[in-house]
């Protein structure tokens, strides 16, 4: 299976109402065997955005949620170059696991909704044992001082085959179709 092919059958499962899981928020009883395994494995995903050079950057390991409309949060800090990159339009390339795993191309955004942001205050303690205990994840005062910001993912399309994270390259050609 191709990562054309594993992206859409996750689309599908995920648009479907197919899918839920403590793990990421997704499991699936119709998926694929890989692809649900492949979600289910992941504690981190890898998100690179696009220069201004039109280059890719330094793919970083992030934790995630995913929605059940089948978007995916993260936080991060409000001064780093991935949320003024996102800020200014960049779109972000996604690879699942490791920066070698089924890729894909997605829309971000930056989301102010305090309710999105409750959710991954809670939803991350659930699936990461450092968040649990205290050490790292949201807080509710660090959204409130502005110091963290959740970003919304959407996937657009997949990644090209052979496609992998390599800083300082050329992305692949995405206006057309964002």
Known sequence: MNRREFLQGFLVAVGSGLIASSIVGIAQAAAPTRDLTAFQDASYIYIATVRKDGNQSQAARVWFIVTPDNKILIDTNSDS??????KR????LIWLGSTTGP???GKAEIIDDTAIQDSMIE????KYFLARIGFFGPKRAKFDDGQIITIRISPVRDLPDGFV???GT??????KDL
Do not use: D, Q, T
Request: net charge positive; aromatic share 8%; glycine share 4%.
């Open 103 to 105: 890729a894909f191309i």
């Open 165 to 167: 994270s390599s800083p």
């Open 81 to 86: 170059w991935k949320a003024k990159r996102i």
């Open 170 to 175: 050329p992305a692949p050609l995405l206006a």
């Open 89 to 92: 339009g960049s779109p972000v």
């Open 123 to 126: 939803k991350i303690p659930e």
